[in-house]
């Protein structure tokens, strides 16, 4: 079973740069979650969705758009790259809302 | 403003060596506190989920219990492959935002 899998696993990006973060699941989960993790902070919500083809802010969402058109698929989005935007992210799903999320392993994404 | 804290920020023990991590929360209304194991290179792999004070769950050599302001993951016997960050997180009662701790590095030496 592959579970959460996100794509790329490592990118560079120079400042200014726009790119896509894929994230798939297949396991028929209803919500799905975009999060950022740095160096000594707790992984922080960029954006969530809770069904296809809704999408909501959390606690990061500045600078980053998302879009889930597919209830498989998750998509973030960078669309002026920032050095501030450097770290590695994470794709989670879960089946409902208070449930245990499934991650994938990760993008890490450098700025230039 | 919802808070997550947890200590020790990294924990060296011998094989054998029993331990607990603390994670201790502030926040309005918990629907749910998580404990999750990180590998380096990897995402989090979840491991517990507690929804009321006084629950504990266990699987193999870890244990994790609840109250009120903090949660508890007890180690006992740990292995080396009980080597890794574990992170707790609370779900908020509104909204869907999860508040993660910055975790604990545990280092389980042979």
């Known amino acids: 079973n592959a579970g959460v899998t996100q794509t790329p696993k490592f990118r560079v990006l120079k400042t200014g740069q726009s790119m896509t973060l894929l994230c798939a699941q297949d396991?028929?989960?209803?919500?799905m979650y975009w999060y950022r993790q740095d160096p000594g902070m707790g992984l922080r919500l960029i954006h969530y969705?809770?069904?296809?083809?809704?999408?909501a802010k959390g606690e990061v969402p500045d600078g980053y758009n998302v879009s889930r058109l597919k209830k498989q698929n998750f998509l973030l989005g960078l669309e002026s790259a920032a050095p501030s935007q450097t770290s590695v992210y994470f794709c989670?799903?879960?089946?409902?809302?208070?449930?245990?999320?499934?991650f994938g392993d990760g993008t890490r994404l450098s700025i230039l | 403003e919802d808070q997550v804290t947890q200590s020790p920020e990294a924990l060296r023990l011998q094989e054998g060596e029993s331990s607990s991590l603390n994670c201790s929360y502030t926040v309005s209304g918990l629907r749910g506190l998580f404990w999750y194991r990180q590998d380096p290179g990897k995402g989090p792999e979840f491991l517990f989920t507690?929804?009321?004070a006084g629950e504990e769950k266990e699987k193999e050599r870890l244990k994790a219990t609840l109250t009120k302001k903090e949660s508890f993951l007890h180690i006992t016997a740990p292995k080396p492959e009980d080597s890794a960050t574990y992170l707790c997180?609370?779900?908020?009662?509104?909204?869907?935002?999860?508040?993660f701790g910055p975790g604990t590095r545990l280092s389980v030496l042979p």
């Open positions: 997180a609370v779900k908020e009662s509104y909204g869907q935002n999860f508040v």
């Open positions: 396991m028929n989960h209803e919500y």
């Open positions: 989670a799903s879960s089946d409902r809302g208070n449930q245990p999320q499934h």
């Open positions: 969705s809770v069904g296809e083809g809704t999408t």
């Open positions: 507690l929804y009321s």
